[in-house]
Nanobody
Framework: QVQLVESGGGLVQPGGSLRLSCAASRTMFSILHVGWFRQAPGNQRELVADITSRGSTNYADSVKGRFTISRDNAKSTVYLQMNSLKPEDTAVYYC????????????WGQGTEVTVSS
């Protein structure tokens, strides 16, 4: 079983930055594939970025060049650094985890809300 806890959300002005954290309660964290997703009101949950156990990363086109996903296996934590935030980035952000690239995400956090507004 894997428990995930997100933190770091909040209200930020357009052009600002936030760093989200996803802490996992699992000693084998280093072999987990972890993704950041977001869901805006009325929209489906979408993948924002993910990172493999080896540190390979993937980003949605809408966030490329602005967001950076990283992991610290010693702290069992994955981060999402979000820069140049836009109002359309407003959503609840969730982290998910799975055992391998082709597996389905079956562990989820409770979400952290990000609001980009002036």
């Amino acid at each position: 079983q894997v428990q995930l806890v997100e933190s770091g959300g909040g209200l930020v002005q357009p052009g600002g930055s936030l760093r989200l954290s996803c802490a996992a309660s699992r000693t084998m964290f280093s072999i987990l594939h972890v993704g950041w997703f977001r869901q805006a009101p009325g929209n489906q949950r979408e993948l924002v970025a993910d990172i493999t156990s080896r540190g390979s990363t993937n980003y949605a086109d809408s966030v490329k060049g602005r967001f950076t996903i990283s992991r610290d296996n010693a702290k069992s934590t994955v981060y999402l650094q979000m820069n140049s935030l836009k109002p359309e980035d407003t959503a609840v952000y969730y982290c998910g985890a799975k055992w391998g690239i082709i597996a389905s995400y079956n562990y989820w956090g409770q979400g952290t809300e990000v609001t980009v507004s002036s």
